[in-house]
């Protein structure tokens, strides 16, 4: 993503990461297209709901899978002990997003 997009401009680059599924990208250019505004507009607030709703989505999903693959592990071995990795670094990214989320709406309490 370019530094000189405009706010509308990074908007509708987010409408386009929506359509090719790209919710990370589309999260992103949420962010720095509504970073400087006191409050958004209904359209702001729906791609900004809609892009992390995925991101978080997936996120969780993943966390579902691992968390029931980590307790059907009867060993302690090396398996479990990477499987538990992996659920530990999917939380830290799930919560990096929700941090991310919650530090981006404090400008905007009306949401």
């Known amino acids: 993503m370019n530094d000189e997009m405009t706010a509308d401009e990074r908007v509708e ?5 929506e359509q090719t599924e790209r919710y990370d990208d589309m999260a992103k250019l949420m962010m720095e297209a509504t970073k400087d505004k006191k409050s958004l507009v209904s359209e702001e607030r729906n791609l ?19 968390t029931a693959l980590e307790e059907k592990q009867d060993d302690n071995g090396e398996k479990k002990a990477t499987i538990k990795d992996y659920r530990e670094k999917i939380e830290k990214e799930l ?11 404090v ?5």
């Open 48 to 66: 900004l709901s809609v892009a992390f709703k995925n991101v978080v989505g997936a996120k969780r999903s993943s966390w579902r899978v691992v």
């Open 95 to 105: 919560n990096k997003v929700c941090d991310e989320v919650l530090v981006g709406i």
């Open 107 to 111: 400008p905007h309490p009306c949401l």
């Open 13 to 17: 680059a987010a409408k386009l990461a």
